[in-house]
């Protein structure tokens, strides 16, 4: 009897993993197109932008190796206590508090803080600086995603994934091989059998026709 697809744990194994991969390469698709389209901007999924975390400076609520996402938002409705991203003098994104909000010259600007630090960002946060407010974090994942932007660990992960692949079939396949050729053998020596009743049977008949 022939083994049905659904009984076999790396049938269901491939499923599994297509159903994870499949969103994840599109997810990098977009970010790699928009990332290509627009150099200045950061790319982002759905409104939301994936940020490693590289400091300190906010924890506990936030770690460092943290993969965290800002959603994106009009700077006009973030309150004071919200917890932005944005772009510092330097043009790196940093993930602060709003401590405080200040007028100058009839324009809004964020006071910004770590919750680590002893003392504010030295610099204003202007509303076309801001990337967006804090939703949630994946602790770790950052590190994760930053051991694997290294070429040599990417090889090696492909590698490793492809001998995984690559024995998990192998051991479908024997177990299916295996029992295929224990039934041939259970059906040959079932047809023997059969064989071999025929011919006694046959034996008697010619015995009882040659005492006639």
Request: aromatic share 8%; charged share 30%; glycine share 4%.
């Amino acid at each position: 009897m022939k083994k049905k697809w659904y009984n076999d744990i790396s049938n269901w194994l491939a499923i599994l993993i297509t159903i994870i991969l499949v969103p994840v390469l599109i997810i990098n698709c977009s970010i790699i197109f928009q990332a290509n389209t627009n150099e200045d901007k950061i790319p982002s999924v759905f409104g939301y932008k994936p940020f490693i975390v590289l400091s300190d400076s906010m924890e506990s609520a936030i770690r460092k190796g943290d993969l965290i996402f800002v959603k994106n938002i009009e700077p006009r409705k973030l309150v004071k206590d919200d917890v932005i991203a944005f772009r510092d003098s330097e043009g790196t994104v940093t993930t602060h508090r709003i401590i405080d909000i200040v007028e100058n010259d009839g324009e809004k600007y964020f006071v910004t803080k770590g919750d680590n630090n002893n003392s504010q960002d030295q610099n204003l946060v202007e509303y076309k600086d801001v990337e967006g407010i804090y939703k949630m974090r994946l602790p770790v994942i950052g590190n994760i995603f930053n051991a694997l932007a290294s070429p040599t660990i990417i090889i090696i992960l492909v590698l490793v994934i492809t001998i995984c692949f690559g024995l998990a079939f192998y051991a479908s396949t024997k177990r299916q091989r295996d029992k295929e050729h224990e039934e041939y053998l259970a059906l040959k020596k079932k047809k023997k059998l059969e064989e071999e009743i025929l011919e006694d049977d046959s034996s008697e008949e010619k015995k009882k026709l040659n005492k006639k």
